[in-house]
């Protein structure tokens, strides 16, 4: 059993910053990619970022110079500083993972955190 536990969602006025974690816990035996995604009431989700296990990294467009992931692969975590948040960036975040529970299961498994809702004030 494989959890993702978000934290660090709020309300930010516009132009501010938050930082989101999540931390992964349960049966991992390796943890490959981890990401943020988005999600608005009646749209899909979209990726924000995500990082590999070597450290290279990946951004949407709209949050690139604005937006950093980082991980600590030691303790399964992943972070999101975001910076000069928008209104429109108003969301649930939900955190991402592709695991492999056991050295006897080859293929990584995807999970997916409950979600934390960011909120940017105008």
């Known amino acids: 059993q494989v959890q993702l536990v978000e934290s660090g969602g709020g309300l930010v006025q516009a132009g501010g910053s938050l930082r989101l974690s999540c931390a992964a816990s349960g049966s991992i035996f390796s943890t490959k990619a981890m990401g943020w995604y988005r999600q608005v009431p009646g749209e899909q989700r979209e990726l924000v970022a995500n990082?590999?296990?070597?450290?290279?990294?990946n951004y949407a467009d709209s949050v690139k110079g604005r937006f950093t992931i980082s991980r600590d692969s030691a303790k399964n975590t992943v972070y999101l500083q975001m910076n000069s948040l928008k209104p429109e960036e108003t969301a649930v975040y939900y955190c991402?993972?592709?695991?492999?529970?056991?050295?006897?299961?080859?293929?990584?498994?995807?999970?997916w955190g409950q979600g934390t809702q960011v909120t940017v004030s105008s």
């Open positions: 991402n993972a592709w695991i492999r529970v056991s050295i006897f299961v080859e293929t990584p498994k995807e999970y």
């Open positions: 990082i590999t296990s070597g450290g290279v990294t």
